[in-house]
Structure formats: C-alpha cells, structure tokens
C-alpha cells in the first residue's frame, strides 16, 4: 500500500511539474524601483549584478544597432549585463507564441508595435515613472506610439516610424535612358503615371520585363489604399472602431485608380506581385522603374544584391487628393515581460535605448529606418544619412496610426492584398473585391 | 508471522537484481521522457482541439485554457465543413487542393518510377549502379534547394522553361503567379510544384522498385516465356502482381509525404496564386503562427490525422496479399 502511494505520489509531481512548465508559472512581482535618468543611465538603477536577455528578430542593420545600445548601456551601468539574442523572423514570432505561454521569455523583447494589441495579455505595463502616455505621446510620432498603447495603458516604446505609405524607391539610370526629369517632380498621381508608362519595357514575346511602376506589393497595396480612402475624405473605420467600413465611394474610387494604372501598362500584377517579382527584389534586379516599398527595404536590397549597378534614389508620391494624409503601422519597439525578476533595470533599458535622443539616432541610422521621435527626425545626422527622411519630414506629422485591429495581419496580409490583387487581376471586380474584403476584415471581430 | 518478516526482507533488498535495476531505470527515463516530450504534445494539441486559444492571450488560470481562450466544444470541427469565415473557405480550399496534390503526385510517381524501374532493371548490370545514383541523386538534395532551384527555372522573365518556350516560338507564362492558367482543371501553379515535388521525390520510390523487381525469381518470368507470353504479358501478368506488396508500401508512404508537403509550396508560392497551392500543412502552419490560432490549428491537423489515417487503411485493404514469394 505504501509503495503504491509513492509511486502515484511520484507520478503526480511528474505529471504536476509536466503541467507547470506549459502552464507559465508567472513570476513574483517585483517591487517597481524607481529608475534612474530619464533614458540617459546616468544613475545605474541598481548596483546589484544584473543579467538581462534581449530578444529580437534577425537583421543584421537593425541588431548592430542594438549592440552599439547595449554597449553603451552596459558602460554606464558596469553591474547591468544584456545578452542580445536574435531569432529568423519567422522563427521569432514562433518562438514567442511559445515561450510566452510559458513564462520563459526574454526580459525585454523586440515587438511590432501592431502587434501589442495580440500581446497585451502577457505584456508589462510601463509604470508612470518611466512614462506616462501624455510624455510618450510627446515624444513620439502618433502612429509609431499608437500600437504600443492598448484600452488605454502604455506597453512599450517605438523605435521607428513604420512608414509603408507614399515612398517610391526610383532608378536613376532608367529615368535618364527614357529621357524623364530625375529626381522626378509629380505634381499629382497622373504625372507619376505618365512617368511610369515611359519606364515600362516588354520583351519580345509581348511579356513585361520591366514594371514601370510596382506598387503591387501586398504593404504597398494595402497602405495606398487606405491613404487613398482617407485622402478623400472616408474612413475604413465605423464611428466606434467596433467595425470596418471598406465598401465605400471612397475607397471604390482609390481601387479604381489603381486598375487605372493597370489598364495603362504600368504594371502587370500577374508578373509583379508578393509571389513573383517582389518590389524589394525585382527593383534591386532593374526590373522596375518606380518601385513602391518603405525605407527599410533599402538597407537589405543593396545588402542583397550587391552587383545592382544602377543609379538609384527614393522619392515620395503626391496624394490622391488633398492633404496626404495616411495610415501607418506602430513600427519595431521594445516591451518588457512581466515574467522578468529585473523589470525596472529592464525599462531602464527600454528607455536607454528609445527614448534618448541620440542612442535612437544611432539605431535609426544603422537599421536605415525613419525615426519614431521627431527631434530625431528632423536631426542634422540624419539629414546627412539619410536624405529621404529629410524629404519626408513634411509628410510625417499627416501620419495617424492603423488603428488596432483584431489580428492585423490577416487583415493587411490575407483580406486586403489578396482581394486588391485579384481585382488588378482581373479575377474580381472592383465590387466584387470590396464586398468580399467588408465581409471578411468584419468576420475577424467574431 | 516469520513468514512475513521473511517476506518483508526480500522487499528491503528491492527484490531485483542489480542488472534488472539498471535496465527498468535505463528503459523507465527515457520512457517518461518521451512521455512528458512526445505524448504531451499531442495530448496538448487534442485538448486545444476544443479551444479558441491564442498563445498571445493569458487565458484562464489552468493552462491557459478558458478565459479569453475560451471552450468551445466541436465548433471548429462545425465551421470547417459549414462555416462561411475566411479561415472555414481557406481550409476547404486546401483540403482539396491536397487532394489533388497526393492523388496526381501519387498516380505521375507510378507511372513514372514502375516503368523507368523495369527499364533500368533490364539494362546491364554495369550501368545500372550508375542510373540509380543518376536519379537518386534529387532526393538527396535539399528540399528548399529543390524549391528554389524550380523558382527560379519556373521565373517568367529569365526562367529556363520560358526560354525555351520563346526559342521555340511560345508565349511564355507566369508558371507560379498566373491565377487564370489552368490545364484540365488544375491550375497551372499546382502542376508547376508537383513536377517540382516529383522531381525531388521519384528517385526514393525509383530505389524500392529496383531491389523489388531484382528479388523476383528469374525462374518465374522464365517459365512464362516459355510457356509463351509476350514481354507486355510477363510484366502485367508476373511482374505487377508479384510487386504488389511494395506498391502497397510505395502508395502508402507517397500518400503520407504528399499529404504532409509543406517546404516546397511554401518556398515556391506560399500557397498562391489565389490560394491554387495552400495546402493542408501550410494552413496550418499559417493560422498557428501567422494568425495565433492554434486551437483552431489543431482541429485542421486532427483533421489531415484522420485522413491519412483512412487513406491508408483503405491502401492497405485493396492492396494487401496473402502470400509471399
């Protein structure tokens, strides 16, 4: 009787530590201990010996940022020790669906800002005394910051402004072979496109070999349509943000537009789409004239295709109509998990590296990504860097965030693109694509 | 009450042998490991089966289970089949989309590998060490490398199968990105990733064909020949039947490597154009890691479980003998 009692005794702490390990075992709170400098670790946090993990996703030009951050934190702080740890993309959002239900997490962690909504269960709340969200609101761009703020708290701070909207990466030596003025001046959409028809060239089987102008890239896609339906004056939210709204005039006419310049050979999105001939790649291939991809597409296409001999340079397209107002996704940031036993020395951190003015400039310059903050922004550094944020600078302040959806990336990824795409394509109509891209983006609130 | 004592004392001693000690304890750890590692898993995914559970939510208290991820019975198993969502359309798609990618790849596998067996069978011995490694050689290959090296021979513009097409007069196609390109009702993005697919895949069955056709008894075919069958009539009457136990095994193990293709569509079209590709392991792969929904993920994998566990029973029914040769 005795031996039965403890084998099944040992077989319930089995079957109880098997339990605890996927269950999360939270840790203790720690007590909040008021962090040093604003961001500057002037005042170490804590004179203990501290050891931190950083997890982010793999890109070269983003961590050597991050190692320059940690370094500089960890001169100032002597008893603070970060290990950076980086994942594969697709790798890292695994591994945080994984480690996250299980308490096991980095202390502080790389995050989309659009995905802090997803997230905000198993996030930590940045106290009021590292920043409260009037201060952050101040600091930062209102989209960059806007992801990280759910139902009203603050869970981390943005890195960058995760500009998708209105950028157009412009190759130099095919404007000068087609005779058109460069860098190009559009003063409305319909130049752009009289440029992009000069800049399309088809092989000799009647096949487009180069795309005038791309913009068939799902980001491209989805953010100009929703700049388009704002810039003339709808919204794809309903009044409460409790519905989506996409079967409008407005945002029929912004498709319009769009198999407009389909039909004028600007483009053919069965051969230039997210599939086949991806803008970050077919115009780092000559393959494009105009190609429509955010800033962070440069570092890695020259990284990528280091024989691209072409002139080259980035431009931003006029709006629709209007002021060029647009959408934006709350770009790359950090979050502290609530499971760290060092939260306070990890915000410290977070600060360290977001919100002091020059550490964020040097991660902005080395990852080739637009400032979240605007004194940053508008900074001499990165004028000489990076003179295509100089060029944005007035387009900035028009930027609202997405707004959080219910899964973010089912909408952009798998309602908005793949219906557009379909309608360029001519496989739906543009009523057709509107109908099914309401009814899908408003079943994922179910 | 010696008797007792007696008996109490053997226990003492553990009443096994050093050796019998050493082997339960070195077949018992690995034994709860594989418990706590293996059969945890699926137990795991069975449970979330029930579930709308999201890793990215806390839940309730127990496992994360209840709360925001909450119970939700069969009603996975409901929206699949009935269900009007994206993710209900998105999963029907590829069920038949798998489908036809087993039952074509399983049928072209055949009709290649039995035939080009029997031939490289026929030939000189020399020769024969030299064809098998020719078309085993694919299977060795990487299967990311497989796909790339077919994107980039599938590429529309500096692709080799479109050059040829232009040399010889053609008009060239997006093999991989053209929703309207179909050829007797599959699309043409499909039949681009099967060739690829059979390409990397054929020369393993190639293999199991050879050393099968080399263990029939010579003397068989033989008396065949001399009792007057033609070649056609020895291969169908002597060869197909007396093979029929490692075409059961080569149909079985098709069948399960086709139902779980993933890296090939992934890398080659993620599943496009239009969804002509998703498959049922690419779904969900995308709805657990994509989209966070891993209940829901689960109910699509027990889903593709039970499919392949039917088709395989119903293989191993037609196909079986009851003999040996």
């Known amino acids: 009787m005795k031996k039965k009692l403890i084998v099944t005794f040992v077989l319930l702490t089995i079957f109880a530590m098997t339990l605890s390990a996927c269950g999360g075992g939270a840790a203790e709170p720690t007590e909040p201990v008021a962090p040093g ?3 500057s670790g002037a005042e170490p946090v804590s004179e203990e010996k501290v050891v931190l993990r950083l997890w982010t996703h793999q890109n070269n030009a983003f961590n050597a940022g991050y190692e320059t951050i940690i370094e ?24 945080l669906q994984t480690a996250m239900p299980a308490g096991e997490e980095a202390d502080i962690l790389q995050m989309f800002g659009t995905w802090t909504s997803q997230y905000a269960e198993r996030l930590e709340p940045i106290p009021d005394t590292v920043m409260t969200i009037a201060e952050a609101e101040n600091t930062f761009y209102s989209a960059p910051v806007g992801g990280f703020i759910v139902d009203g708290v603050l869970y981390g701070l943005p890195q960058e402004f995760n500009l998708e909207y209105g950028g157009v990466l412009v190759n130099k030596t095919k404007f000068d072979a087609a005779g058109i003025t460069f860098p190009p001046v559009w003063a409305d959409r319909a130049a752009m496109l009289a440029d992009a028809q000069a800049l399309t060239e088809m092989d000799n089987a009647g096949m487009m070999s180069v795309a005038g102008y791309n913009f068939t890239g799902s980001d491209a896609l989805a953010f100009d349509f929703l700049a388009g339906i704002r810039q003339r004056g709808g919204d794809y939210w309903n009044a409460d943000q409790s519905g989506f709204t996409f079967n409008t005039p407005e945002a029929k006419a912004t498709l319009e537009w769009m198999m407009s310049a389909v039909e004028a050979g600007a483009v053919d999105p069965v051969l230039f789409n997210d599939e086949e001939n991806w803008v970050g790649d077919s115009f780092f291939q000559s393959r494009v004239g105009i190609g429509y991809i955010g800033t962070w597409a440069i570092a890695e296409g020259l990284a990528n295709y280091p024989d691209f001999a072409d002139e080259w340079g980035y431009a ?17 940031g950090l979050v502290v998990s609530p499971n760290s036993t060092n939260k306070d020395v990890a915000w410290d951190f977070v600060k360290f590296a977001t919100a002091n003015k020059a550490n964020a400039e040097g991660w902005n310059i080395a990852s080739g990504t637009i400032p979240a903050m605007p004194d940053v922004a508008k900074s001499d550094a990165i004028a000489a860097e990076m003179p295509w944020v100089a060029q944005a600078l007035d387009l900035l302040p028009y930027g609202s965030y997405l707004g959080n959806m219910p899964d973010r990336d089912l909408v952009v990824y798998d309602i908005l693109y793949p219906h557009l795409i379909l309608a360029l394509q001519g496989i739906e109509t543009v009523d057709e694509a509107l109908e099914a891209i309401d009814a899908e983006a408003n079943a994922t609130f179910e | 009450m010696f008797k007792r004592n007696r008996v109490k004392s053997k226990n003492k001693g553990g009443g096994l042998r050093v050796g019998q000690r050493h082997f339960i304890l070195s077949v018992t750890i690995p034994m709860i490991l594989y418990e706590v590692i293996g059969i945890f898993a699926l137990l795991w995914a069975f449970i979330l089966i029930f579930f709308k559970y999201s890793p990215g939510r806390a839940g309730g208290p127990i496992l994360g289970l209840g709360g925001s991820n909450p119970f939700v019975g069969l009603q996975h198993f409901q929206n699949m089949f009935t269900g009007a969502s994206l993710e209900a359309r998105q999963f029907r798609i590829s069920l038949v989309n798998t489908l036809i990618f087993a039952f074509v790849v399983l049928v072209l596998n055949l009709a290649i590998t039995l035939p080009l067996a029997t031939l490289i069978e026929s030939v000189k011995s020399r020769y024969k060490d030299l064809f098998r490694m020719i078309y085993f050689l694919p299977v060795l290959t990487a299967s990311v490398g497989v796909a790339e090296m077919w994107t980039y021979l599938y590429d529309p513009q500096a692709g080799l199968i479109n050059a040829i097409l232009r040399a010889l007069g053609g008009t060239p196609v997006a093999w991989l990105s053209d929703p309207r390109a179909e050829f007797f009702g599959i699309s043409v993005s499909m039949l681009a990733v099967i060739i690829a697919y059979l390409w990397a895949d054929y020369g393993y069955n190639l293999v199991i064909f050879i050393a099968a056709l080399q263990s029939i008894p010579r003397e068989l075919k033989e008396a065949a020949m001399i009792d007057g069958a033609n070649p056609w009539q020895t291969f169908s009457k002597i060869t197909i039947p007396l093979l029929q136990p490692t075409i059961l095994f080569v149909c079985v193990m098709t069948m399960l490597s086709s139902f779980q293709v993933f890296d090939v569509v992934q890398v080659m079209t993620d599943g496009g154009p239009n969804h002509q590709t998703r498959v049922m392991v690419l779904d969900i792969y995308d709805n657990a890691f994509r989209f966070q929904r891993m209940g829901w993920s689960a109910a699509v994998s027990f889903v593709l479980f039970i499919i392949v566990m039917v088709v395989t029973v119903i293989q191993m029914r037609v196909l079986r003998t009851d003999w040996e040769y």
């Open chain 1, 316 to 332: 931003w397209l006029p709006s629709y109509e209007g002021d060029p107002v647009f959408v934006a996704d709350s770009g790359w």
């Open chain 1, 72 to 95: 500089a934190y960890m001169q100032e702080n002597p008893n603070v020790e970060i290990t950076l740890e980086t994942f594969e993309y697709e790798l890292y959002l695994q591994t």
């Open chain 1, 37 to 39: 400098d604003t961001g």
